[in-house]
């Protein structure tokens, strides 16, 4: 045999390391999850914290990283993570719903492992069992765009964080017993914004004439909140994974669940100016504030805070309509957002929901379409994946085109699941008869928001839809006797939860499930049940099925 050349074995020295390099990087958190003391409302009371953190840290990542959290459950109770907003591609193993995964045994550790393929933005964690995120375990996720990736604005300073929030000031565990007991949780007892709700010392500090960047959420468990910052504009850039037409606002209607991303320019008098979140559409208005402080700031901020708007939820649904998709940005690839034309794809189904609000037998239920939602001890997902689906939920207990008497009927306590045909493109309508503003979240997709209305739906109100300007997000709220319109290609195969965002109406029945399977079961489609995962109920001893082939 000849002699390898110098010329080729740097080829394939070459070679080999483009196919390390392949793989997209991984990120490594490890999380310790107690019980701890905070004082949000400036009272002492047990919280959950995450390596002694309230709120918890930060998951800072880039598009395409794979993340891997290792989260030890050191509280007495089982335990649950979602990544609210990750589309969790082919994944909805790490969803963290109880849906698709059993809960982490107190005592024990499990380790998530997800990529963020193919999104940027601003987002946030939460635990998911019980009523645990009104005591915290809940903190901000960002992802960055990849550095080939061209953003539609300059490098801000830096950037913060403002997760905001109503509290309620009392336990989870007895907010739960409320619950169970059949009872509303009432309004909170104040408002939040990094985990406090007040003081003087200053949250982050500006350089005159910088810009910053803030990323906003409201991670609360039923209030719609204001936000404003004192004698300082925001401009929108983002919202929820989607760079938006950038407008300039006075205030922002952040509803729960919802994100924004916003740049502020430090160009005021130096001294110090206070963020504000207030309550809205309620009859008392809560509010809370902390400092931002300009680095060579000599005075204190007003006592005079900037007001927030009407109390009506018309302004609200003017700003909505005043977001808009910027078309020719890119997001996490490197052709523009606007190069996807859902306006020109056909529907195939039309499936309406409608949020209704009751009493069984003197206990409060929430439910959609006249089914109120449980858990049962054997995950959906699970039971699907097994075989065992028939033993443990029945699919389509609901019709997509509920009758009029819907709301005047008692609702099937039972668990809610729909089956929808794999990369088949849907309109969802969501309607809500009641006088409270909802706010909805769908897992493993973004859709296009692309009309909310008041009134009733009807076919003929497809005219009101603006297919070139909606905003694609996962999160929507629907306003009192109003109704939502979104579109989107289930193209993700899994186990999804469609919820309220409204802690109550969630674990009180208001959310269900989607079953979206790949009729090709491949890899292709959907990753096989991983390894590690966790198992429980009826499943826990069944022998694994085969696996998905390539």
């Known amino acids: 045999m000849g002699r390898v050349s110098t010329s080729m074995i740097a080829l394939l020295l070459c070679l080999m390391t483009s196919s390390v390099r392949g793989e997209d990087p991984y990120i490594y958190y490890t999380w310790n999850v107690t019980y701890g003391t905070i004082a949000p ?4 009371q047990q919280g959950i914290l995450i390596n002694g953190q309230f709120p918890g840290p930060e998951i800072n990542s880039t598009s395409n990283n794979n993340v891997v959290i290792n989260v030890f459950n050191n509280l007495d109770e089982p335990l649950l993570f979602t990544w609210h907003g990750v589309q969790q591609r082919k994944n909805s193993w790490q969803d ?5 995964q059993c809960p982490i045994a107190p005592g024990t550790n499990y380790t998530y492992r997800f990529q963020v393929k193919d999104q940027i933005g601003t987002y946030f964690y939460y635990p998911t069992t019980g009523l645990q995120r009104a005591v915290g375990g809940f903190g901000g996720l960002r992802i960055f765009s990849r550095l080939l990736i061209p953003v539609p604005y300059a490098d801000p300073a830096d950037e913060y964080w403002v997760l905001i929030g109503d509290w309620f000031g009392k336990s989870h565990t007895a907010l739960k017993q409320t619950l169970d007991s059949g009872r509303s949780i009432g309004r909170p007892s104040g408002v939040h914004i990094n985990g406090k709700n007040g003081g003087l010392e200053a949250l982050y500090t500006m350089e005159p004439g910088k810009t910053y960047k803030y990323r906003i959420c409201n991670v609360g468990l039923k209030e719609a909140l204001n936000f404003r910052i004192q004698g300082h504009p925001m401009k929108l850039v983002e919202t929820e994974g989607s760079h938006v037409v950038q407008n300039t606002y006075d205030s922002l209607d952040v509803h729960v669940g919802q994100c924004f991303t916003v740049l502020v320019t430090a160009d005021q008098e130096p001294r110090d100016y206070f963020m504000v979140a207030s309550t ?8 809370a504030t902390r400092v931002i402080r300009y680095s060579n700031g000599v005075g204190p901020a007003s006592p005079l805070l900037p007001p927030a708007p009407h109390q009506g939820w018309a302004w609200s649904l003017n700003q909505f309509r005043s977001f808009r998709w910027n078309l020719t940005a890119s997001a996490a690839r490197p052709n523009p957002q606007g190069s996807y034309h859902y306006g020109q794809i056909n529907i195939t189904r039309t499936i309406k929901l409608v949020g209704t609000r009751s009493k069984i037998g003197g206990k409060l239920r929430y439910a959609l379409n006249g089914v109120s939602h449980v858990d049962p001890e054997t995950p959906l997902k699970l039971a ?3 075989g ?12 997509d085109a509920p009758d009029a008497a819907i709301a005047s009927r008692d609702p099937i306590i039972a668990p809610n699941v729909i089956n929808a045909t794999f990369r088949n493109f849907i309109e969802v309508i969501l309607e809500n008869p009641t ?7 769908l897992d493993g997709y973004s859709f296009f928001a692309v009309a909310v209305e008041p009134g009733q739906w009807s076919p003929e109100k497809r005219k009101c839809y603006n297919l070139l300007d909606a905003v694609s997000r996962h999160t929507i709220q629907v306003f009192p006797k109003s109704w939502a ?5 289930f193209d993700n195969a899994g186990m999804w939860n469609l919820r309220s965002e409204m802690a109550e109406n969630r674990y009180l029945g208001q959310q269900l499930y989607v079953s979206v399977l ?12 991983p390894e590690t995962q966790l198992v429980c109920g009826i499943v826990k001893d069944m022998p694994k099925p085969p696996p998905y082939s390539s």
């Open 388 to 399: 065992v689906a028939d033993k443990v939920f029945k699919y389509n207990l609901i019709s």
């Open 41 to 44: 409302l400036g009272v002492p």
């Open 435 to 441: 006088k409270v503003t909802q706010s909805y979240n």
């Open 384 to 386: 699907e994946y097994y």
């Open 96 to 100: 963290g719903t109880l849906g698709a």
């Open 280 to 287: 809205r559409f309620t009859k008392k208005v809560i509010t």
């Open 518 to 529: 790949s009729p090709n079961r491949s890899l292709r489609d959907e990753y096989n049940l």
């Open 485 to 489: 319109a979104i579109m989107l290609t």
